[in-house]
């Protein structure tokens, strides 16, 4: 028995961008623009973004304090700026952290809570719920990507207590997901093959975790194929066309997979990892943890780990995924160890623990027992 759930509109391929003003004037008058300090601004997108919004009558206040790897501290900065000017309509543009930082605005400026109430589990073991009264999110990817577009989970740093964790729940599903590959033209290589790996993790993650149904297999399929032909084309050449387009679509499907499924161990493992070192990039921790989970879990499904290594090329036998992976990282110029990454070998205790603490949710998504052994094996072996 499994189902399926995903509600969001969807608007893809060239040009796409285009609608922005037309699909977010259905749900408020007022925007706030919640994007980073720099790749929009350069690529004249923010400017865009406010010129559509304009010619469909919705006003726009624009919050330019994003980070990568999101804070609480942003989110109520700009939930205040959201309050104090009125809007009703939250706009994520860029990568992963503008548009996890706009959901977390959606909640937290209209909620008499903190954000990390919502972040961090309570006394009862709970973390609070996104409600009703959660403003309406419009996200607009520049990358191919977090899929964070087409999912209901955002990932934030509560910077007190040095947690990365998620935010989650059908609220903060964005109501439209414009994804257009020309947005992601100006990705440099390193930012492209880091997205890349990160759909790749979601896509391989999805297919061996307890919320995979018969619609997710397949998205995972096309996905996996898809950075497998596309990934290395598109971080050698970023103006090749058809492997953006590629890797946009890759990126949707690996959504699907995504809101479905969750993450997995990988991505249970990484958060620690980036929330301890702050300048660690996603897709670059991703990236190094992946062999070790190849070679710890591909006996556990060997039908299915055989089948992705097919698709990445290799021969159909689940041993031959670990290779094929690393094949992949080396041409994508992210073959990478989790000590190349300045991880230090002392703190592997620390990571273990909060994995354990506060990614034990991750975990259970696995189809089998996962505890502290298999945690730690993995930290270790990507060393
Ligand atoms: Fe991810």
Redesign the pocket.
């Known amino acids: 028995m499994s189902s399926f759930f995903n509600p969001v509109r969807l608007a893809m391929g060239e040009g796409s961008f285009a609608e922005l003003g037309v699909h977010t004037a259905r749900y408020g008058s007022h925007a706030l623009i919640v994007t980073g300090r720099e790749a929009m601004q350069r690529t004249g997108r923010l400017q865009q973004a406010q010129d559509l919004l304009a010619a469909a009558g919705v006003q726009a206040t624009v919050f330019t304090g994003v980070r990568p790897n999101p804070t609480d501290i942003g989110i109520r900065e700009a939930a205040a700026r959201c309050r104090e000017r009125g809007c009703d309509v939250i706009l994520g543009l860029g990568g992963g952290s503008p548009m996890d930082t706009a959901k977390g605005v959606a909640v937290a400026g209209t909620h008499d809570r903190d954000i990390d109430d919502f972040l961090l589990f309570g006394p009862d073991g709970k973390k609070a719920k996104p409600g009703p009264q959660t403003l309406p999110i419009i996200c607009v990817t520049s990358t191919a990507g977090?899929s964070s577009q087409l999912t209901p989970f955002a990932i934030i740093n509560a910077e007190a207590a040095r947690v990365k964790t998620s935010l989650a729940g059908d609220a903060i599903f964005p109501r439209v997901a414009i994804c257009d590959p020309e947005l992601t033209y100006s990705a440099p290589p390193r930012v492209t093959a880091a997205t890349g790996i990160?759909v790749l993790?979601?896509s391989i993650e999805a297919s061996f975790a307890s919320g995979a149904s018969p619609v997710t297999d397949l998205c995972v399929e096309k996905a996996v194929a898809l950075v497998a032909e596309f990934l290395p084309r598109a971080v050698a050449d970023g103006s090749d066309r058809e492997a953006r387009r590629a890797l946009s679509e890759a990126d949707i499907f690996a959504g699907y997979g995504l809101s479905n499924c969750g993450?997995t161990i990988i991505?249970a493992l990484e958060h620690p990892l980036s929330a301890h070192y702050t300048d660690l990039t996603?897709g670059e921790g991703?990236a190094a943890l992946l062999p070790a989970y190849a070679r710890l879990f591909h006996a556990q499904s060997p039908a299915r780990f055989a089948h992705l290594a097919a698709l990445l090329g290799a021969g159909e036998s689940s041993e031959q995924l670990e290779p094929a992976l690393r094949q992949l990282l080396e041409k994508v110029g992210l073959s990478v160890t989790l000590g190349d990454l300045g991880v230090r070998a002392d703190c592997v205790d620390e990571i273990v623990a909060d994995t354990l603490r506060y990614n034990r949710g991750t975990l259970d998504r696995m189809p089998i027992s996962v505890g502290e052994a298999e945690v730690r094996a993995m930290l270790v072996e990507s060393m």
């Open positions: 977090t990160d993790c979601h993450g991505h996603h991703l």
